[in-house]
């Protein structure tokens, strides 16, 4: 099993910048890649940047690429959302993600309890 804790939400004005965190905890050998999606009010739930475990590659949704990047503690099993440059649409509950080896980062097998990120105008 493994457990993830999510922090770093909150109120931000357009512009603005938040750092979420996501400490994982329990059998975190298991984990192949984290990822954070968002889902805001009435959309779906989307894809917006992951790392993987071991190799630390990235990647991002093309909607947070150059604004938003994702990186790991190795010695804190925590992985980072830095966010910059918030915009409004970047409103959302955030979910830290966690894909065991052998599963896909899209359908992953642990997920945190979300955080809110509210960008005003």
């Known amino acids: 099993q493994v457990r993830l804790v999510e922090s770093g939400g909150g109120l931000v004005q357009a512009g603005g910048s938040l750092t979420l965190s996501c400490a994982a905890s329990g059998r975190t050998s298991s984990i192949s890649s984290i990822t954070w999606f968002r889902q805001a009010p009435g959309k779906e739930r989307e894809f917006v940047a992951r790392?993987?475990?071991?190799?630390?590659?990235?990647a991002y949704a093309d909607s947070v690429k150059g604004r938003f990047t994702i990186s790991r503690d190795n010695t804190k099993n925590t992985v980072y959302l830095q966010m910059n440059s918030l915009k409004p649409e970047d409103t959302a509950v955030y979910y830290c993600?966690?894909?065991?080896?052998?599963?896909?980062?899209?359908?992953?097998?642990?997920w945190g309890q979300g955080t809110q990120v509210t960008v005003s105008s």
């Open positions: 993600t966690a894909a065991e080896r052998g599963s896909n980062w899209f359908n992953p097998n642990y």
């Open positions: 790392i993987y475990w071991i190799t630390t590659n990235t």
